[in-house]
C-alpha cells in the first residue's frame, strides 16, 4: 500500500482529474437515466401490457458486454465517437432497468385502499400520482437508482478504452504493464466510490422508509450463494488445467488470437495432447508473466516487443542480433524463444487513405508538418512503452493538437475510419488497414525495431512434451507477412472464425 500511496501523492494532479471525470460521468449518467426511468416506469405502473416489453428491453441491454456496447456505439453519429459521449449514453442505457424496475414495484405496490381513498377526496389522476403514489414509491425508486449508480461506477472504468477518462485509465494501464500499483491507483478509489455511492444512497433510502431494516438471513444467505459459486468455478477452473497437457495463450487482438489457434492446432496434430486455450489475456507483460510461472505453455511474442518492454534493452535495428538476443535472455529465466513465424510485424503509424492522399503523407517526417491540427490515438501499451510515442515525437518532432487520446488499440482503427481521431499505431499486418482503406506512413528514420513474431514457451513444458517443441518449430518460416495480413483480414473484416481461419491455413501447410 505503501507503493500505492507514493503514486497517488506523485500523480495527484492526475488522480484528482481522473476522480473528478469518473465522478462525472456517473453522476450525470445516473441523473439522465433517472430522468428517464422513473417517467417510463410509471407509464409502465399504469398500463401492465407496457411493462413486460419495456423490462425486456432493458434486460436485453442489460446482457450486452460493455466493452462491446462501447465499441458499437463509436462509428455511430451523434451518440458516438471517441470520448465522454458515447460513454453517458452506455452508462444510461445500463441505468435504466433498475431504475424502470424499482419505480414500477415501487407503485404496482401501493395498497389499492390507498389510492381509493385519494380518488374518494376528489384528487384528480395527476394529484393522486404527485401527492400519494410518487412519495409512497419513493424508496423504492430511490434502491433503483442506489443500483444504477453503483453500476455506473463499475462501468465507468471501462469507458476509460474509449477515451472518456476517468480512474479506469489507471487500470487499464496497469494491466498492459502488469503494475500492481498502477491498477490499485485506480481500483482502490472506484470502489471506495461505489462504497460511498451505495452508503449515501442506502441511508436516504431508510430516512424516506424508517421501517426498513437490513435483512440479515439474506445477506448471510447471498454470501453462501457467492461462496458456493466460487467454489464452483475454482473447481471448474482446477478441472480444466489439470485435464489439458498444454495451455496455449494469446494477447487480445485478432492476430494474437488467430497465432494462438494456430499452434494450439498444430500441437493437437501432430503430438494428440489434449491443448487448452486461453486467449485473449491482455497486454504483453500479462502473457509474460503468465508462460514464465507456468500459467500458460507457449504463446506468441515478437522480437522488438521482448527486447524493449519485457527485458528493458535498447532498441536495435538488426533483426539477427535482435532474435539472438532476445533468446539468450529468455533462456535464463525458465522460457525458450522459438523459430520465428516467417513475418515482421511492427508498429503501424496510420492515418485515413484519403487523407494521406489529398496532403501527400508518405512518411512520419510528412506527418510533422500536419500534426499540430491533428488528433492522435494510442493504446495504452505504446504510450509506456520504450519504443513507443514518446521516442517516436522525441525522434520526428510530432507535436499534436492535444495530448493523444488513450483507447484501446483494436477500437483504435474505427475510431480512425470514423474520424474521431486523425492518428494512430497499429500493426503492420493489421487486416483493417485494407478493410478500412487506411494509409500506413513509413518509418523513413529506422525507429521501431524488428518485431518477428516467435513463439515463447514454458521451458518445462518442452522438457516434459519435446513433441512439442517439434509441432511448433514446424511452423517455422512458415506464416508470412501476406498471409497473416490475409488471415487478420478474413477474421476483421469477413467476421470469420478465428478458429476457422487457423484450420484452414494449417490443412493449407500439407
Known amino acids: 500500500m505503501t507503493d500505492v500511496f507514493d503514486f497517488w501523492l506523485a500523480h495527484r494532479g492526475e488522480l484528482a482529474t481522473l476522480l473528478a471525470e469518473h465522478v462525472l460521468l456517473v453522476a450525470i449518467s445516473t441523473a439522465l437515466a433517472a430522468a428517464a426511468g422513473v417517467p417510463l ?61 424499482s419505480t414500477i ?19 384528480t389522476p395527476r394529484q393522486l400520482l404527485r ?13 433503483g437508482v442506489r443500483v444504477a449508480a453503483v453500476v455506473g461506477v463499475g462501468s465507468a472504468t471501462i469507458a476509460a478504452a474509449i477515451g472518456a477518462g476517468g480512474l479506469g485509465q489507471y487500470i487499464y494501464r496497469g494491466l498492459s504493464m502488469v503494475d500492481t500499483t498502477v491498477i490499485l491507483a485506480g481500483a482502490i478509489p472506484a470502489a471506495l466510490l461505489a462504497l460511498l455511492v451505495d452508503g449515501a444512497l442506502l441511508w436516504l433510502e431508510r430516512r424516506l422508509d424508517p421501517r426498513r431494516r437490513t435483512a440479515r438471513g439474506a445477506t448471510a444467505a447471498a454470501v453462501v450463494a457467492a461462496s458456493a459459486v466460487l467454489a464452483l468455478a475454482a473447481a471448474t477452473i482446477y478441472t480444466e488445467r489439470s485435464q489439458a497437457a498444454i ?43 503468465a508462460v514464465a510461472a507456468g500459467d500458460i505453455d507457449v504463446y506468441v511474442e515478437y522480437t522488438g516487443t521482448a527486447l524493449t518492454a519485457i527485458f528493458q534493452q535498447p532498441p536495435s535495428n538488426d533483426a539477427a542480433s535482435v532474435y539472438q538476443t532476445v533468446r539468450d535472455l529468455y533462456a535464463r529465466s525458465n522460457r525458450a524463444l522459438l523459430g520465428p513465424l516467417g513475418f515482421n510485424n511492427t508498429f503501424a503509424i496510420l492515418v485515413r487513405g484519403a487523407d494521406a492522399r489529398a496532403r501527400g503523407l508518405r512518411t512520419i517526417d510528412d506527418l510533422a508538418a500536419v500534426a499540430p491540427g491533428w488528433r492522435a490515438g494510442f493504446g495504452y501499451e505504446f504510450l509506456e512503452r520504450p519504443d513507443g510515442y514518446p521516442g517516436l515525437a522525441r525522434l520526428y518532432g510530432l507535436a499534436f493538437q492535444g495530448p493523444p487520446q488513450v483507447m484501446d488499440l483494436t477500437l483504435s482503427y474505427r475510431a480512425l475510419a470514423a474520424g474521431q481521431v486523425d492518428v494512430i499505431a497499429g500493426d503492420a499486418t493489421a487486416g483493417l488497414i485494407q478493410g478500412l482503406e487506411l ?12 518485431y518477428d513474431a516467435a513463439p515463447v514457451a514454458h521451458a518445462p513444458t518442452l522438457l516434459r512434451h519435446p513433441e512439442v517443441r517439434t509441432a511448433i518449430e514446424a511452423l517455422a518460416g512458415r506464416v508470412s507477412a501476406a498471409e497473416m495480413r490475409a488471415m487478420n483480414y478474413a477474421v476483421d473484416v469477413e467476421r470469420a472464425n478465428p478458429a476457422d481461419v487457423a484450420r484452414q491455413f494449417l490443412e493449407g501447410l500439407r
Do not use: W
Not at 458486454?65 to 451523434?78: D, H, I, N, Q, R
Open 41 to 101: 416506469g410509471i407509464l409502465a405502473a399504469h398500463r401492465p401490457r407496457l411493462a413486460s416489453p419495456l423490462v425486456a428491453i432493458a434486460n436485453v441491454v442489460q446482457t450486452i458486454p460493455s466493452l462491446a456496447m462501447f465499441g458499437f456505439l463509436l462509428p455511430v453519429p451523434l451518440v458516438g465517437g471517441v470520448g465522454a459521449r458515447a460513454a453517458l449514453v452506455v452508462l444510461v442505457l445500463y441505468g435504466l432497468l433498475p431504475i424502470v424496475r
Open 439 to 450: 494509409a500506413q506512413l513509413e518509418d523513413n528514420r529506422r525507429y521501431f525495431p524488428p
Open 131 to 143: 401527492l400519494v403514489e410518487l412519495p409512497l414509491a419513493l424508496p423504492s425508486i430511490i434502491g
Open 247 to 289: 495451455v496455449v495463450g494469446s494477447k487480445n487482438f485478432t492476430e494474437q488470437v488467430i497465432l494462438g489457434e494456430i499452434l494450439a492446432g498444430a500441437i493437437e496434430r501432430r503430438t494428440g495432447l489434449a491443448v487448452r486455450r486461453q486467449l485473449n489475456l491482455g497486454g504483453t507483460l500479462i502473457c509474460d508473466r
Open 105 to 123: 414495484v415501487g407503485i404496482a405496490g401501493i395498497d389499492r385502499s390507498v389510492r381509493d381513498a385519494g380518488v374518494a377526496m376528489g384528487m
